[in-house]
T-cell receptor
Framework: DTEVTQTPKHLVMGMTNKKSLKCEQH?????MYWYKQKAKKPPELMFV???????INESVPSRFSPECPNSSLLNLHLHALQPEDSALYLC????????????FGPGTRLTVL | TQLLEQSPQFLSIQEGENLTVYCNSS?????LQWYRQEPGEGPVLLVT?????EVKKLKRLTFQFGDARKDSSLHITAAQPGDTGLYLC????????FGQGTILTVHP
């Protein structure tokens, strides 16, 4: 199984809502990532989890809260978002090593009203 | 963080034409990856190059890694509408860093 799955595919939320994005992989990868991508731009790294521990936080606002319940699952909890947070949110996973080939999920298209 | 310069940013061509996308850095790459992303989907890894001077082929796509490992190119022969998408080069230097991307549109 070389697939990274993400749910939901689309999400519309108000600025006062609380929602969560979910990501799952069964490739045995011990590194998992959240990226944010705006239209026609490259993905921007948000968080990196290594062996279920947060290893990199790219100065992301606290309204985004990541969680890694186990080695296969990655969540991104959203609260009090702003309209400018509307974007495609991508999850990825990889093994460790110099090469770091990443496998991406299809993303969640988030719209904040 | 390693900075990657990718060019061109936009490319609009007719079916059957050839094209080349470039990825450059002032630093040596430990390895370099090329990804393609179709609208509404996540990036998909096309290839990883590691050795200076390396050439890899994937059907109509040819990937080259510069001898000094500071540059790479992606050449597509006889482009097809299905090649349309965002092409990204990425380098791992602790974390994966992407170039600005090339938006390719192939018209039938």
């Amino acid at each position: 199984d070389t697939e990274v799955t993400q749910t939901p595919k689309h999400l519309v939320m108000g600025m006062t809502n609380k929602k969560s994005l979910k990501c799952e992989q069964h490739m045995g990868h011990r590194a998992m990532y959240w990226y944010k991508q705006k239209a026609k731009k490259p993905p921007e790294l948000m968080f990196v989890y290594s062996y279920e521990k947060l290893s990199i936080n790219e100065s992301v606002p606290s309204r985004f809260s990541p969680e890694c319940p186990n080695s296969s699952l990655l969540n991104l909890h959203l609260h009090a978002l702003q309209p400018e947070d509307s974007a495609l949110y991508l999850c990825a996973s990889s093994t460790f090593g110099i090469i770091n080939e990443q496998f991406f999920g299809p993303g969640t298209r988030l719209t904040v009203l | 963080t390693q900075l990657l310069e990718q060019s061109p940013q936009f490319l609009s061509i007719q079916e059957g034409e050839n094209l080349t996308v470039y990825c450059n850095s002032s630093s040596v790459f430990s390895s370099l990856q090329w990804y393609r992303q179709e609208p509404g989907e996540g990036p998909v890894l096309l290839v990883t190059v590691v050795t200076g001077g390396e050439v890899k082929k994937l059907k109509r796509l040819t990937f080259q890694f510069g001898d000094a490992r500071k540059d790479s190119s992606l050449h597509i022969t006889a482009a097809q509408p299905g090649d349309t998408g965002l092409y990204l080069c990425g380098s791992s230097y602790g974390k994966l860093t992407f170039g600005q991307g090339t938006i390719l549109t192939v018209h039938p």
